[in-house]
């Protein structure tokens, strides 16, 4: 970090420079070169470091370094650099953050990159799929000079630097010191395995989660830091401490355990948990684990002492009925006791249907947080999406199933039908292909706010595309909205036979060109949770056949 006089004058200097708005994998990278929690690493991988890391784990001058840390831009951006220009790097607001003097500028073999990262390029790897599908293709090497850390407005209290962290130790007389990684919600097995590495490697605690980006799907970190806040209540003060580590995890197994190792020695820890599938992928598209479970901790055993930090190995922490505790499992004799478990799936499916959560398993403190954030289903917010061609009922049905969900009470229910949302959100919009698409998504955007926090929102426009609206249904599944596709399946001859608005006459008559099932496609929903045909039942019956399976699905509780 530079001091604040000349980051002041790196500043002035930068107005003139070329803008690159960190994306939010950069941006925590960024933060992790920053402070220093990345070192020895003082910017973003030039080529001859990235192609060393990327074949043997090391930087050109032979330091160990498993993760290619690199800068990705697009073509275009990239078309504007040569080696010693230098560019003024952003975070979301505009706010300069950093200057990196460009060195290299290459276009990497990202299958390369994959298998040899990875050992994979099958795309069901999270790290995979990023790469593959969302970095850019130029990948830009050099020095960083930072102005400022990324501004944090939640839990600043926690997120302690690398330096503070270590004055924090030593401050406390704390030279021995066990890191534990996570990125899940802490139980009662996660709190007994930690107080036994702690007590078996007579170290103090770090609980160190990563805050930064995790795997897709996790639990979102502020319901996670609120749990672990309850959690920490568990341990005893003199010996344990909380800090959040705003790193972006690649889920890259034995090569990120080693990494997390790195990181933590920088960060002041003498030790790291490491445990079976330590950053683990999940399933390949076989159904096969990606790595051997135990290869994270052979491999931080392996370089542990170039790595300048301890692997301590994790042993699953299983509940003993007859010891009313938790023992590690390999200390059980399961011929004579009973031990008991609840899988990741298992909690998680009982957390979605309102399933109890054993007192055994869960603090109650900490599964009542996730209900919080993780309401069942017939607590969470919904988007029901109509589709269908114009005049097919869409609007009809729509607007008796409001009725019917404001009868109820219960949510917040709000209608954005085709024809209001063309008028007031995308009244500039046309109906090609590209207008129709962000048309869409635009009422995908709203739907998904609406669903986030605990509404209904009816959408019933056309929605041609199947992509546009398996896109729609990602956005309000990712804040775990409840996503019901619903086809109103009026042929084609029905809708121009009603022709309520006069449309298909002026589309037959050529007056109105691209008009949908005349001369512009509809692509049938091939998995829609209901359909609908309105030849054989009125909008009452049909609005109400919406209520029976939106309560079949759980999200309304009739009784
Ligand atoms: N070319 C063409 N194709 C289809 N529809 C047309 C067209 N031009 C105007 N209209 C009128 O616009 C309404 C459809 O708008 P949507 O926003 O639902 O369409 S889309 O989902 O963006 O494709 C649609 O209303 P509904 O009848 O309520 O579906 C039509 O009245
Ligand atoms: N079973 C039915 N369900 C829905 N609408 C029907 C049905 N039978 C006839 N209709 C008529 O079809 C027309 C559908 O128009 P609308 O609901 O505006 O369709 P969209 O919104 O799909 O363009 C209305 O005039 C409605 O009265």
């Known amino acids: 970090m530079l001091d604040p006089k000349a980051a002041a004058e790196a500043k002035q200097a930068a107005v003139a420079y070329l803008d690159w708005d960190l994306t939010e994998r950069q941006l925590c990278d960024f933060e992790l070169l920053a402070n220093g929690g990345f070192s020895p690493l003082t910017g973003f991988l030039g080529k001859a470091d990235y192609d060393r890391v990327v074949a043997e784990m090391r930087l050109a001058n032979g330091a160990l370094w498993p993760m290619p840390i690199t800068l990705d831009v697009t073509e275009a951006f990239a078309e504007q650099l040569e080696t010693g220009t230098r560019v003024a790097l952003r975070d979301p607001e505009g706010v300069i953050l950093g200057i990196i003097t460009v060195a290299d500028i290459w276009r990497p073999d990202r299958l390369i990159e994959a298998q040899q990262v990875?050992?994979?390029?099958?795309?069901?790897?999270?790290?995979?799929?990023?790469?593959?599908?969302?970095?850019?293709?130029?990948?830009?090497?050099?020095?960083?000079?930072?102005?400022?850390?990324?501004?944090?407005?939640?839990?600043?209290?926690?997120?302690?630097?690398?330096?503070?962290?270590?004055?924090?130790?030593?401050?406390?007389?704390?030279?021995?010191?066990?890191?534990?990684?996570?990125?899940?919600?802490?139980?009662?097995?996660?709190?007994?395995?930690?107080?036994?590495?702690?007590?078996?490697?007579?170290?103090?605690?770090?609980?160190?989660?990563?805050?930064?980006?995790?795997?897709?799907?996790?639990?979102?970190?502020?319901?996670?830091?609120?749990?672990?806040?309850?959690?920490?209540?568990?341990?005893?003060?003199?010996?344990?401490?909380?800090?959040?580590?705003?790193?972006?995890?690649?889920?890259?197994?034995?090569?990120?355990?080693?990494?997390?190792?790195?990181?933590?020695?920088?960060?002041?820890?003498?030790?790291?948990?490491?445990?079976?599938?330590?950053?683990?992928?999940?399933?390949?598209?076989?159904?096969?684990?990606?790595?051997?479970?135990?290869?994270?901790?052979?491999?931080?055993?392996?370089?542990?002492?170039?790595?300048?930090?301890?692997?301590?190995?994790?042993?699953?922490?299983?509940?003993?009925?007859?010891?009313?505790?938790?023992?590690?499992?390999?200390?059980?004799?399961?011929?004579?006791?009973?031990?008991?478990?609840?899988?990741?799936?298992?909690?998680?499916?009982?957390?979605?249907?309102?399933?109890?959560?054993?007192?055994?398993?869960?603090?109650?403190?900490?599964?009542?947080?996730?209900?919080?954030?993780?309401?069942?289903?017939?607590?969470?917010?919904?988007?029901?999406?109509?589709?269908?061609?114009?005049?097919?009922?869409?609007?009809?049905?729509?607007?008796?199933?409001?009725?019917?969900?404001?009868?109820?009470?219960?949510?917040?229910?709000?209608?954005?039908?085709?024809?209001?949302?063309?008028?007031h959100l995308s009244s500039e919009l046309g109906f090609s292909k590209a207008d129709r698409d962000l048309n869409i998504r635009r009422i995908g955007f709203v739907a998904a706010e609406i669903s986030r926090n605990g509404g209904v929102a009816i959408c019933a426009p056309i929605a041609p595309y199947a992509s546009t609206r398996r896109d729609v249904r990602a956005m309000v599944e990712a804040v775990h909205g409840g996503f019901v596709e619903i086809h109103v399946a009026t042929p084609i001859e029905e809708c121009e036979r009603r022709d309520r608005k006069g449309l298909y006459a002026k589309a037959r008559a050529g007056l109105i060109k691209g008009f949908t099932g005349i001369d512009d496609p509809y692509e049938v929903p091939e998995q829609p949770e209901l359909t609908l045909d309105t030849l054989q039942a009125t909008p009452e019956e049909l609005a109400q056949q919406v209520i029976l399976k939106l309560e079949n699905l759980g999200f309304i509780n009739l009784r």
């Open 118 to 423: 990875f050992g994979t390029t099958d795309l069901a790897h999270p790290g995979v799929a990023y790469l593959m599908e969302q970095s850019h293709p130029v990948y830009v090497g050099g020095q960083i000079e930072a102005l400022a850390l990324p501004m944090h407005y939640d839990f600043g209290h926690l997120r302690l630097t690398p330096a503070e962290l270590r004055a924090r130790f030593k401050r406390a007389g704390w030279r021995r010191v066990v890191a534990f990684q996570t990125r899940n919600p802490m139980h009662r097995a996660h709190v007994e395995l930690t107080f036994l590495a702690a007590r078996q490697t007579e170290a103090n605690l770090l609980i160190h989660p990563v805050v930064g980006m995790t795997k897709p799907g996790d639990v979102d970190h502020y319901s996670r830091v609120r749990c672990y806040e309850h959690v920490l209540k568990k341990y005893p003060e003199q010996t344990t401490a909380l800090s959040l580590l705003p790193l972006a995890m690649r889920m890259g197994g034995p090569r990120e355990a080693l990494w997390h190792a790195l990181i933590r020695k920088n960060y002041g820890c003498t030790h790291l948990i490491v445990g079976r599938d330590h950053a683990g992928p999940g399933k390949d598209s076989q159904g096969e684990d990606f790595y051997d479970p135990y290869a994270a901790q052979e491999m931080v055993a392996e370089y542990a002492d170039e790595a300048g930090i301890e692997m301590v190995p994790f042993r699953m922490m299983v509940y003993v009925q007859e010891r009313a505790g938790y023992a590690p499992i390999d200390e059980v004799n399961e011929a004579t006791e009973t031990v008991m478990n609840i899988s990741g799936t298992e909690f998680r499916r009982r957390m979605r249907e309102g399933l109890d959560i054993p007192d055994w398993f869960g603090y109650p403190e900490v599964v009542a947080e996730l209900r919080r954030t993780y309401p069942p289903r017939a607590k969470q917010g919904i988007t029901l999406f109509f589709t269908g061609l114009s005049g097919s009922g869409k609007s009809t049905i729509a607007n008796a199933v409001m009725a019917k969900l404001m009868e109820r009470g219960g949510r917040a229910v709000t209608l954005l039908d085709g024809d209001i949302v063309r008028k």
